[in-house]
């Protein structure tokens, strides 16, 4: 398994940022595709994820009408839009083969891989 992200950078709060996953070593269209981050002193936390078929998007409450989510299963690619960015949106951001999990009215998103890739950093000036 070979995750490839891209695209972060320093950007101003209320800035946008576009972050790429490249994946490889696995059938890609198998699973559903999630992007994940890490603040510094924090626990990975679950941002955005999208079905194997691009049919439906899921987002973390942090981060709804603020994010979308793509992909380009041609491509093997997973694509992160970040509109209205906010100081605490600061993290590395990984992307991962994804998979969920319901509990009660919750849907639980996870990663698939514990091979994760580089990720990129993401840093929100206020």
């Known amino acids: 398994v070979q995750l490839v992200e891209s695209g972060g950078g320093l950007v101003q709060a209320g800035g946008s940022l576009v972050l790429s996953c490249a994946a490889s070593?696995?059938?890609?269209?198998?699973?559903?595709m999630g992007w994940f981050r890490q603040a510094p002193g924090k626990q990975r936390e679950f941002v955005a994820a999208i079905s194997w078929n691009g049919g439906k998007s899921y987002y973390a409450d942090t981060v709804k009408r603020r994010i979308t989510i793509t992909s380009e299963n041609a491509k093997n690619m997973v694509v992160l839009q970040m509109n209205s960015q906010k100081p605490e949106d600061t993290a590395v951001y990984y992307c991962?083969?994804?998979?969920?999990?319901?509990?009660?009215?919750?849907?639980?998103?996870?990663?698939?891989?514990?091979?994760w890739g580089q990720g990129t950093q993401v840093t929100v000036s206020s």
């Open positions: 991962n083969a994804a998979g969920s999990a319901r509990v009660g009215d919750t849907l639980l998103w996870s990663y698939e891989y514990d091979d």
């Open positions: 070593g696995f059938t890609f269209g198998s699973y559903a």
